[in-house]
């Protein structure tokens, strides 16, 4: 059977996450719709790269769909984004290699997150306003010590259980524009609501709460502070999703757009 590789972007607002979840609305779950008119078939296979949570955004999201078509990668993008929703747009469909998987091929992954430091009558779903003033370079300090291979127990969950807690962050930056603030992560893989519990502790460092060495501690010691303190999913976007062979950007490449929202 034919194999396509999906990029698709989406504004989670609305739905419950990626994953597919019978009777509420899901990314995964519109998708698998739109396949079934576009294609006349109910069988096929579709995988996702990320499992983004509820309220979750995607500026890259990358999924495998395996059927059996000799619809052209152009016009299989066209008609679907016939059948989607406003809110889920595909940007690209190429045929790629039936061993090729969109999420074990990956091998990195990078998310933005959007604070605002006002009150926004247009960004609401697409930031965080934090209303507390925010040192921004002792969060840039902080989030040097999250940079490498480390166990993120703290931090977040493994999807099943006895899978490991280490992940290598390659790169937690932190930039400012405007009224804007945006974290920017990449790493090998992230565990569940592991950004979003970087993002509230480093907004506690921002506050004065805790310190750097707080968080090298979260490394060394589990803790439920990070989970204490998850950051809300509406800021948070999926940037890219890395494959063999891409060069891994450690600086948002949607840093002006995101802030301008």
């Keep these: ?51 983004t949570d509820s309220g979750v955004h995607a500026l890259e999201q990358v999924a495998h769909l395996q059927i059996d078509s000799a619809m052209p990668p152009h016009v299989v993008l066209v008609r679907l984004n016939e059948k989607l929703p406003a809110s889920i747009n595909i940007l690209s469909v190429t045929k790629v290699d039936k061993k090729f998987h969109a999420r074990y091929d990956a091998t990195a992954r990078s998310y933005v997150y959007h604070i605002s430091r006002r009150r926004t009558a247009f960004g609401k779903d ?20 999250l940079v490498g291979m480390h166990n993120f127990e ?25 009224d804007s603030i945006l974290i920017h992560i990449v790493g090998s893989h992230f565990l569940w609501k592991m950004v979003r519990r970087i993002v509230g502790t480093l907004v506690e460092v921002g506050r004065g709460t805790i310190t750097a060495e707080d968080v090298t501690r979260f490394l060394k010691q589990n803790s439920d502070f990070p989970a204490q303190h998850t950051a809300p999913p509406s800021g948070l976007f999926l940037e890219k999703v890395y494959y063999p062979g891409e060069k891994i950007r450690l600086t948002p490449r949607y840093l002006i757009n995101i802030a301008r929202e």
């Excluded at 697409?126 to 040097?144: E, P, T």
Aim: net charge positive; hydrophobic share 40%.
């Design 1 to 51: 059977m034919p194999k396509f590789k999906i990029t698709l972007e989406y504004n989670g607002s609305k739905f419950h996450g990626w994953q597919y979840q019978p009777n509420v609305p899901t990314i995964m779950g519109k998708l698998m719709d739109a396949i079934r008119e576009v294609f006349g078939t109910k069988d096929f296979v579709l995988y996702g790269s990320s499992r």
């Design 126 to 145: 697409f930031c965080w306003w934090v209303k507390d003033s925010l040192d921004v370079s002792k969060m840039q300090k902080a989030a040097h010590c």
């Design 154 to 178: 703290s931090f977040g969950q493994p999807e099943k259980a006895g899978e490991s807690t280490l992940v290598n962050l390659q790169a937690v930056n932190i930039h400012t524009f405007g």
